[in-house]
């Protein structure tokens, strides 16, 4: 019986978990080119035969027969790179890419570290000095790995092919980097993705559109209705674990005295 508690208990954890999840995708669903985030999650019977002996689980997560007690496990999370819907801005440094590929950008952290890390996120603009940058100040990189920048007195018109023209000749070319597999690519911040050990480098499918922005992939709708859905799930945990507590009072206190 007791059992049951730390089912149920692991249950409001996993919840818990969907719900900062789904959270932070409702904080970003204006937020241009984020892909919403999901979370998963495996039962006790689904990954029971290869559990019986592990006990690598995480501090206060259920354990597995042999170990601890049974219970639904946090799974890993997973991002949903499917295209935002585009907008019209008619600003010519908005850039939005229709297919898989992703701007790259030159990322300074506090530490002064500098690494690149990459964005669907093409809400750019030009510095007085001529240089392509990020909302947040960040360069953007041409196809030689170096800042993009420009004369910012000339008209610059950007074809989809990511070159800048100016004068009729090509001042520079932003870099587009697309992944073989997006499982080899990690959020970092807000709106940035970073690849980690095995990302593997292809030639991009996209196409650069100037005056256009890609927005977020993230439907407040959907969002809400699995909000509910958590919610719900949760509270009847709860009931579980109420219901269980009752029975052990009669069974402590009541038929304990007979």
Excluded: C, W
Excluded at 8 to 36: C, F, I, P
Excluded at 54 to 78: F, M, T, W
Excluded at 194 to 207: M, R, V, Y
């Amino acid at each position: 019986m007791v059992k049951g508690l730390y089912t149920a208990y692991s249950g409001m954890v996993n919840q818990e978990h969907r719900m900062d999840v789904l959270t932070n995708n409702l904080a970003n669903v204006n937020t241009n080119g984020y892909k919403k985030e999901g979370a998963t999650s495996q039962s006790f019977d689904a990954v029971l035969a290869y559990k019986i002996k592990d006990a690598s689980e995480g501090y206060n997560l259920a354990k597995r027969i042999g170990i601890n007690q049974p219970g639904v496990k946090i799974g890993e999370g997973y991002t949903d790179f499917e295209q935002g819907a585009i907008k019209t801005t008619g600003n010519t440094f908005d850039l939005a890419l229709t297919d898989s590929g992703f701007f790259a950008v030159e990322f300074t952290d506090k530490s002064g570290n500098t690494s690149v890390k990459y964005t669907r996120d093409g809400d750019f603009t030009l510095t007085q000095d001529g240089e392509l940058v990020t909302r947040d100040g960040d360069p953007v990189l041409n196809t030689n790995g170096q800042a993009v920048k420009i004369n910012p007195n000339l008209d610059t018109q950007i074809n989809v092919s990511g070159q800048l023209i100016q004068n009729g000749r090509v001042a520079d070319t932003i870099q587009v980097t697309d992944f073989a597999d997006y499982n080899y690519l990690e959020h970092y911040g807000e709106n940035y993705f970073q690849p980690i050990e095995g990302a593997e480098e292809t030639d991009p499918k996209a196409q650069v559109y100037s005056g256009y922005l890609e927005t977020s992939n993230v439907s407040a709708v959907t969002e809400m209705v699995n909000m509910i859905s958590v919610q719900r799930a949760y509270e009847s945990n709860q009931k579980i674990i109420t219901t269980i507590d009752s029975t052990l009072d009669i069974a402590a206190n009541q038929l304990g005295k007979l």
